[in-house]
């Protein structure tokens, strides 16, 4: 990362504007709708320019990704690992984070002790009443359909561990919001008997932002 980048980011910190994060944001076509609809991850417009900050590993994607929001003011876009970021942020500064199809070593459940310790920095960065959208899907080893049993056992489980963390459930939809397309979400949403997908909005504290 470079240090204008990180300088870049220092000072949107200690500024006044909303700081929406995306982990993982692939080649960047779900950041530039909010970009460009100046919006929350929930397409909420904002009265204020918020600053976006988007982080992809894959080098490749990223390169993709700068692409498509060129040079624009609010956008940080870093080429790294979240877990890497994110402890740069101070603990109470993010407003929303946005985690849409996490690699299974931070959703799974063999992986649980892993990223559970992950997400509690996760909701220390995060502001009083701040939101962390989360996308996940279950499917299981043979591919077969899931059926809601096994479905709604996962999802209970799931919000179990999140609430654990000290995250009230604020929505639960068995779907990937409608506004939102990547090329992994186009893709499992194509088969939705054996992919079935989750979408958590976690919220720090009882208040909303």
Known sequence: ???????????????????????????????????????????????TTPTYVGIELDRKQFEVAEGHLKINENVILLNASFEEVLPMFPDGTIDQIL??????????????????SFYETVYSKLKTGGLLRLVTEITNDL??????????????????????????IRDCIDRAPHEYSTRCLTQFMGDPERIRIVTLDLVKGHHEL
């Open 1 to 47: 990362m470079s240090s204008d980048k990180l300088m870049k980011l220092s000072l949107s910190l200690n500024g006044s504007s909303k700081v929406i994060v995306e982990f993982g944001m692939g080649d960047g076509r779900l950041l530039k709708k909010f970009v460009e609809k100046g919006s929350d991850i929930k397409l909420k417009t904002n009265i």
């Open 99 to 116: 985690d849409v199809l996490p690699d299974p070593e931070f959703i799974d459940k063999p992986n649980q002790k892993r990223w559970q």
């Open 143 to 168: 591919l077969e359909p899931i059926e809601d049993e096994a479905y709604y056992n996962w999802v209970n489980w799931l919000s179990g561990v999140f609430r654990s963390i000290g995250f009230t």
